[in-house]
Every structure is written in C-alpha cells, then in structure tokens.
C-alpha cells in the first residue's frame, strides 16, 4: 500500500484558518467603520435640517438666522429640537424599504438609539450678547468696516460739555434762588411795606417746562401716535431661559463693534420721522431709549432729553456770543432799574440767556421732528428766534433747519450711545418678540426660546451588535 505524506493539507489548513479569521476581522472593522461612517453622514444631514427650521420672520425682519426650540408652541426646553433631530435621523437611516426595491439587503440597519443636546447657545444668553455678535456679523458682512470717527468725535464733544448731565437746569435753578433771596421790600410813603414783584420775562418761558404743551408745539404738524402695549410677556419684564451660554470664545463687542450694533439698530428699528410698517410701536427707537409702554410717553421722554441736550449747547453759544449777550443785558438792565434793584441785573440776565436757550432748543426740536437738520454747535446763522419771540415762547414758524447738521435720527443715535447696555439689548429683544408675534404662527414666540447654536450627542446601534456615539457642535456660526 502506498503512503501519502499530509504535511501540505495541515499547513493549508493552518493558513486557510488565519486568512479566515483575518477576513472576518477586517470585514467586522469595515462594518463598525461602515455604522460610524453611516451615523456621522446621517448626524450632520439632521443637523442641518434642524437648522434649516429657522424661524423666517425673524430673517426677514431683522436678517438674523434663529432656531426657535419650541416651534410655535411655549416650550423652551429642548425635547422638542431633539425630537426633529431624531426623526430626521431615522429617516436618513432608513434605507431598507430602499435597498430592498432594488433587491438589496442593508447589513447595517443602524437605529437611533438617543439624541441629546448637551449644550446651547441662547440668543438671549449674557443679556443679549450673543444677539449682538449675530447682528455685529450680519452689518460687518453687509458694509464691511466703517469709518465712525465724525460721530465719534461729536460723542466726545457731548460728554466733554456735559450736554446731558442736566447742568443748564441746575445753573437755572441756583440763579432762581439767588434771584428769591434777594429782599424786594419798600415802604411807601405811607409807611407801608409791600413785595415789588420782579417780573423776570424769563419765567414766562421756565413756566412752559416739562408741560405737556411743549410735546403737542414740537409735533404739531405730524401729531403723535396713541399706541400702548402690555408689556408683562416681554423679555424684559418676565423671568427667561438662559442657556450654557457661548459656543465662540469672543463674548462682549469692542468699542468699535458697539457702534456698528447701534448703526444696527438704528437701521432695524423705526422712529418718528421715520416710522417701520407693520411695528407694534410706531416709534421703536424711542421705546428703546424710554422703556415706556406707549408712543407717546416714549417719544415725551426722547424729545425732553434732545431739549436738555440742545439747551446746553445753546447756553454755550449764547455765553460767546457779544451781541445777544448785550440784548440780554440791556433787557436785564431795564427791568432791575424799573423796580430799582440794580443788583439784579447780571441774575436776571443769566435767567433770560437760559430761557433763550431753552426757548431755541424747543424750535429746534421742532425743526428735527419735521425733518430737519440741527447743528449741535450753533452759530450766528443757524441760530433761529430772536429775544423778543423767545420771551413769549412763539415756536413754530422760525428756523427751517440746517443742510449741514444733525437729523433727528443722528440725535437719536447720540443718546443710544450713552443708553445702559443692558436696558438697550432688552428693549430691542421686547420689540423684536412685539413685532415677530403679530405674524401668523408665532403667536408663542420668544426670544429665549432661540438658539444660535447647540451641541448634540448622538448613539446609534446596528441589528449586528455594533454601536456609535458621536458629539457634533453645529450653529448659525460666522
């Protein structure tokens, strides 16, 4: 009988259970690659339609892209963000009913497992500063850098002469006191001692201040709007979310980004010489400087602080000015020798210069309300009421304004620069929710409930035993 030797068939054996375990392993790594390549293409299809879920009103009002969490409803949590985001998973995994009409099979059959979002940025988070990056953004992507050096410079002349520190006001009423303090008293030839009563011209035009009369001469031609609202359910005045705050490093805006958001402002928000259609306040720059609930009370208090602010400036002019300073004294001069007090005169004339000043500064209130231009340092030619006609208060026909100042909105502008930033960025939001919830579907709509970003953690399994988790950080990022 002939032997055969069998040395060849136990090394093929040997190397035939190497290669097939090798095969296995690296068609068990190709399908742990496949579930966790799967997952990941499947994750960020999701991600982005989420985010494509952005609220539109507030894109097409304020050209800010905002994921609003609750979807029309009141919730503010994230249940409902991580629900979208799990359907839209599931759909994108399923691709049995697919391969199978193709005669196919899917050796994956990857499920979602849990989807939870870990962290977010709100839109309301550090008290609007993250609203203020987005919005930063959007102009720097619009105009680019701009050159803000003239307003900076006019920001500077403001706060150097104290032009809004009420320091005219304070000065008048000091003189007033110095005026009271002086003793009228004569005795007559009778013996009788009775109070000669000054009669300073000035008091016909100190008598006019903070009175509502002032509003209706400022606004005559235009009139006012009467609109009022509640504003218990706007940011501002409830308590609200905030979320784990910045996905970005960069937190709070430099001084130059700070005046490219208020360029921002003034250019979203309406205001009375230039009203926004369809805004729930017609006069939106003025509720964010007053914080008022109706037009008229806000643009009460702007109007009142461009006076002040005017007032000031024309003080000073008067003060350089030899000539009106002689018409002032001249009339100081005749009125203390009538009543035969001539240590009255320089007093009394302080109290004419500031009525004058105040007197001009309502006209050119005026003048900025109709649509004119104010300069914020007078001169001879651009100064309008003469004293006789600022004496007896008859604002209204002198003055049409200056091509080479200052609009309404550029005074505006000026007093959103010293406005508290919180207040600011709270009013804007409270305007933003008005307006946004007067359109269809976004009755619940909150500011909030917004998010600029968000980091989500997600697992899937495969039927083979095989399971993924993956973190992804997605947003409306720059």
């Not at 391969?99 to 497992?113: E, F, N, P, R, Y």
């Not at 208090?301 to 000073?316: D, P």
Request: glycine residues 6%.
């Amino acid at each position: 009988m002939k032997r055969y030797k069998g040395e060849i068939t136990v090394f093929l054996s040997l190397v035939l259970m190497i290669l097939i375990s090798l095969l296995f392993t690296v068609i068990e790594a190709a399908r742990d690659n496949g579930v966790e390549f799967q997952t990941e293409c499947a994750a960020d299809m999701a991600i982005q339609s989420a985010l494509a879920e952005y609220n539109r009103e507030a894109l097409e009002q304020y050209d800010l892209f905002l994921t609003e969490i609750g979807y029309g409803s009141d919730e503010s949590g994230y249940i409902l963000l991580e629900q979208h985001l799990q359907n839209y998973l599931q759909d994108n995994l399923s691709v049995r009913e697919i391969l199978s009409a193709k005669g196919m099979t899917d050796l994956l059959q990857i499920s979602v497992d849990g989807v939870t979002v870990i962290q977010a940025s709100g839109a309301a988070d550090g008290e609007g500063a993250v609203l203020e990056r987005k919005a930063v953004d959007y102009m720097l992507d619009k105009y680019g850098l701009q050159d803000f050096s003239s307003f900076l410079s006019l920001s500077a002349t403001v706060e150097q002469e104290r032009f809004l520190e009420n320091a005219v006001e304070e000065k008048r009423l000091e003189n007033e006191r110095k005026i009271d303090d002086v003793d009228t008293t004569v005795t007559d030839d009778e013996g009788n001692s009775h109070k000669i009563p000054v009669n300073n011209p000035a008091d016909a035009v100190n008598s006019r201040r903070g009175s509502s009369s002032i509003l209706r001469m400022v606004t005559e031609k235009k009139g006012i709007s009467e609109k009022e609202t509640d504003l218990s359910g706007c940011i501002s005045h409830r308590n609200y979310t905030t979320r784990d705050g910045f996905l970005q490093g960069e937190k709070y805006l430099s001084p130059a980004e700070d005046l490219i958001y208020q360029k921002y402002l003034m250019e979203k928000c309406g205001n009375y010489v230039r009203e926004k259609e369809g805004s729930h306040l017609t006069y939106e720059m003025e509720y964010i400087l007053a914080g008022k609930n109706s037009d008229r009370e806000n643009l009460r208090i702007v109007t009142e602080r461009i006076i002040m602010l005017r007032e000031a400036a024309n003080f000073l002019y008067l003060l350089s000015d030899s000539g009106k300073k002689a018409e002032a004294e001249a009339l100081a001069m005749t009125l203390s020798a009538v009543i035969l007090f001539p240590e009255l005169k320089d007093l009394i004339k302080i109290s004419i210069l500031i009525g004058w000043a105040y007197a001009e500064s309502v006209n050119d209130c005026r003048i900025l309300l109709e649509g004119g231009k104010v300069p914020l340092l007078k001169s001879k030619v651009s100064w309008n009421l003469s004293l006789k006609k600022a004496m007896k208060m008859e604002v209204g026909e002198d003055g049409k304004g200056n091509e080479q100042g200052l609009s309404y909105e550029e005074y505006l502008h000026i007093l959103l620069a010293v406005l508290d930033k919180k207040a600011r960025n709270l009013r804007f939001m409270d305007l933003m929710e008005m307006d946004i919830r007067q359109t269809p579907g976004n009755d619940n709509f909150c500011l909030d409930h917004c998010l600029h970003g968000f980091t989500v953690r997600i697992i899937t399994y495969s039927h083979t035993g095989h399971s993924c988790m993956i973190t992804r950080t997605a947003g409306y990022l720059k």
